[in-house]
């Protein structure tokens, strides 16, 4: 299709050529888009029929390859090593088959540590072994490609939710709050408890007492009629209250914009936007 809209155009259109590489080193994160059966990504064992179709269409050039494998990835030290195995791959086929690109885009992949807060992905490591790697295997001319897009964004947001409710049942501590993943659906969504803040406050405006729970492990869940609907589980609080606020951090990424926003017709959350002096 596009080498028809080129032809008809009068243009040559550039492409990049996503491909599913298969990786013996491969180090796998809780999120793989390639190295196995994926729907992402053109066959590696494919790229010489591509090669020879595009051949025959002069109206499409090929400017490079573009990887992205895997998502999550804590470990700087395996990024590394799978950035060495995309420039060490994109520079065997040039040689392979006489390719003359200008570009290896090598995805994303940089996660954050949900879990484990304070032990995020050592970017000054990756950084400092990045410029040592480019200078030693780098391919003249070729452009290297970042996706940073979850690893700069994940970190600005906050997702913050109002207790109304703290339930006892079964022998388990549940903290109700008026949202859920209909709003901020990461937790679900990568399988985890996510951290938060209990945020007090000291009104209360009802003659009944106020519900709390001190010293506790709690689950917080949403409003949602289903079981699925949980933001955090087997988390210790100090205290929490009804009409506290919970704040969850690392908000800014994969969180509203991925989330059921109208299951059941709750209204959806009030967003702020803060400039950063």
Same mark, same amino acid.
């Given at each position: 299709?596009?080498?028809?809209i080129?032809?008809? &155009? *009068?243009?040559?259109?550039?492409?990049?050529?996503?491909i599913?590489?298969?990786?013996?080193?491969?180090?796998? $994160?809780?999120? /793989?888009?390639?190295?196995?059966? $994926?729907?992402?990504?053109i066959? &590696?064992?494919?790229?010489?029929?591509?090669?020879?179709?595009?051949?025959?269409?002069?109206?499409?050039?090929?400017? =490079?390859?573009?990887?992205?494998l895997?998502?999550?990835?804590?470990?700087?030290?395996?990024?590394?090593q799978?950035?060495?195995?995309y420039?060490?791959?994109?520079?065997? @086929?040039? %040689?392979?088959?006489?390719?003359?690109?200008?570009?290896?885009?090598? =995805?994303?992949?940089? *996660?954050?540590?949900?879990?484990?807060?304070?032990?995020?992905f050592?970017?000054?490591?990756?950084?400092a072994?990045?410029?040592?790697?480019?200078?030693?295997?780098? /391919?003249p001319?070729?452009?290297?490609?970042?996706?940073?897009?979850?690893?700069?964004? &994940?970190?600005? *947001?906050?997702? &913050? /939710?109002?207790?109304?409710?703290?339930?006892?049942?079964? =022998?388990? $501590?549940?903290?109700?709050?008026r949202?859920?993943?209909?709003?901020?659906?990461t937790?679900?969504?990568? *399988?985890?408890?996510?951290?938060?803040?209990?945020?007090?406050? %000291?009104? @209360?405006?009802?003659?009944?007492?106020?519900?709390y729970?001190? %010293?506790?492990?709690v689950?917080?869940v =949403?409003?949602?009629? $289903?079981?699925?609907?949980?933001?955090?589980? %087997?988390?210790?609080?100090?205290?929490?209250?009804c009409?506290?606020?919970?704040?969850?951090?690392?908000a800014?990424?994969?969180? @509203?914009?991925?989330?059921?926003?109208?299951?059941?017709?709750?209204?959806?959350?009030?967003?702020?936007?803060?400039?950063?002096?």
């Open positions: 299709m596009m080498a028809d080129a032809a008809r &155009a *009068g243009r040559t259109a550039p492409v990049s050529l996503r599913n590489l298969t990786l013996d080193t491969l180090a796998e $994160t809780s999120l /793989m888009m390639g190295g196995k059966p $994926t729907p992402f990504g066959p &590696a064992q494919q790229l010489p029929e591509c090669l020879e179709w595009l051949r025959a269409r002069p109206e499409i050039r090929l400017r =490079g390859f573009h990887f992205h895997l998502s999550h990835q804590l470990d700087a030290a395996a990024h590394l799978l950035v060495a195995a420039l060490e791959q994109a520079r065997r @086929w040039c %040689d392979d088959h006489g390719l003359d690109i200008d570009h290896i885009n090598v =995805g994303g992949g940089i *996660g954050i540590n949900y879990r484990q807060p304070d032990r995020q050592d970017w000054p490591a990756f950084s072994g990045l410029s040592a790697l480019l200078n030693e295997r780098g /391919m001319g070729v452009a290297v490609r970042f996706e940073f897009g979850r690893y700069m964004t &994940a970190a600005c *947001g906050y997702y &913050a /939710m109002q207790v109304i409710d703290i339930k006892r049942s079964h =022998g388990k $501590t549940f903290v109700v709050g949202g859920g993943s209909h709003h901020f659906r937790p679900y969504a990568q *399988g985890h408890s996510h951290p938060f803040h209990v945020l007090p406050v %000291d009104e @209360w405006p009802y003659s009944f007492a106020r519900p729970a001190e %010293d506790e492990t689950s917080v =949403g409003q949602l009629c $289903t079981p699925k609907d949980v933001l955090a589980f %087997d988390a210790q609080v100090e205290s929490v209250r009409n506290d606020v919970l704040v969850f951090p690392y800014g990424a994969y969180a @509203w914009h991925i989330s059921h926003h109208d299951f059941l017709r709750h209204p959806h959350p009030a967003q702020w936007y803060l400039p950063v002096e």
